[in-house]
């Protein structure tokens, strides 16, 4: 097995102060709610009114640095940044990130193509552009902050898209000699599947025009349940491809970290994998569905609670959108 020239010296994660718990269920009333599989997570948590992205990247990254003795500045040569609802569309968020960090890095590249699986793809990015020399010290960053903001709208926030989102952001420093090797990535494109998800008003308007209806993610609505096969069956799949491509089994797979959507889709994965619960490190009931943030955000937590263990080997993956895109990722874990 080749180890790619590419580590991840440490995670790191924020996670917003405001906790929103789930209210009771009824099963009388609601016995879809009663349901542990459909039934909101347990607590989650949301951004505050004008808290923005690029503070967001800030607060998860700073005492990542700390911990690794080293100030941003002089530090970061590639910010890499993916951000579900930038703040400005025309700038993303990396540069206000970059400038709360005090740091000026030579690359800035904002990334919103790659949805719930970003985390893996920036690690493919980041691999590239070091193994090029365009840069040694990268910041991956992913934000999750609709849940107080889209899915705080009046007529969203009732929806169980709503009542399953939170917020937080998850950071890694990846560098050319990280602790943790990152084995390979392994990324799938399928762009006839691109407009199966958009942007919807309720109306004709596009979400950038004035007019009434709240702006919301919508899937094409005849072919919902394709596309949740699909979520079903893309995870599994990269995660194979993977394990072939560096010549590991899937029972080797001490640990699987990825995006936390739903409880359904999380069995399913595990399930079609042959992992046990303990082997695929879950926090959807803790944070929710964190989106493109569920993987890093997930995996901090596991660091932080001693649940990678030293030599383990380590999988992420999601699929983002309505499957056109999907990746996976390995790294040998070693505490740094």
């Known amino acids: 097995m080749t180890v790619a020239p590419l580590g991840i010296a440490a995670f790191g994660r924020y996670l917003p102060a405001e906790v929103v718990e789930a209210a009771p269920v009824d099963p009388a009333v609601d016995p879809l709610g009663a349901n542990p599989f459909l039934r909101p997570p347990r607590t989650r948590h949301r951004v505050a009114p004008g808290e923005r992205a690029g503070e967001m990247i800030e607060r998860a990254a700073r005492p990542l640095f700390e911990r690794l003795g080293m100030d941003p500045a002089g530090n970061v040569d590639l910010l890499l940044t993916n951000t579900l609802l930038p703040d400005n569309f025309i700038t993303g968020s990396g540069a206000d990130a970059a400038r709360l960090l005090g740091c000026d890095p030579d690359l800035i590249l904002d990334v919103h193509n790659a949805g719930c699986a ?55 420093y990846v560098t050319a000699d990280g602790a943790s090797p990152v084995l390979g990535v392994h990324v799938r494109s399928t762009p006839d599947y691109a407009r199966d998800m958009a942007l919807a008003t309720g109306s004709s308007r596009r979400y950038w025009e004035a007019g009434a209806g709240e702006v919301e993610i919508a899937f094409t609505e005849e072919r919902q349940t394709e596309i949740i096969e699909r979520g079903n069956r893309l995870v599994p799949e990269v995660v194979q491809d993977l394990c072939n491509k560096i010549g590991v089994g899937v029972g080797e797979i001490d640990l699987l970290v990825t995006n936390q959507p739903n409880r359904i889709f999380l069995m399913k994965w595990r399930n079609a994998l042959g992992l046990s619960p303990d082997r695929h490190f879950d926090t959807f009931d803790r944070y929710g569905n964190l989106y493109a943030a569920g993987v890093p955000v997930t995996l901090a937590t596991a660091a932080a609670e001693g649940r990678l263990r030293e030599g383990a080997l380590v999988v992420m993956a999601g699929f983002a959108h309505a499957g056109d895109f999907a990746a996976a990722a390995a790294m040998r874990w070693h505490s740094a």
């Open 118 to 172: 970003s985390f893996p793809y920036m690690l493919k990015l980041a691999r590239s552009m070091i193994v090029s020399g365009e840069a040694r010290r990268v910041l991956v960053a992913n934000v999750q902050n609709t849940a107080g903001q889209v899915y705080a709208q009046p007529e969203l926030s009732t929806k169980n898209s709503a009542l399953t989102a939170g917020d937080g952001c998850g950071v890694a």
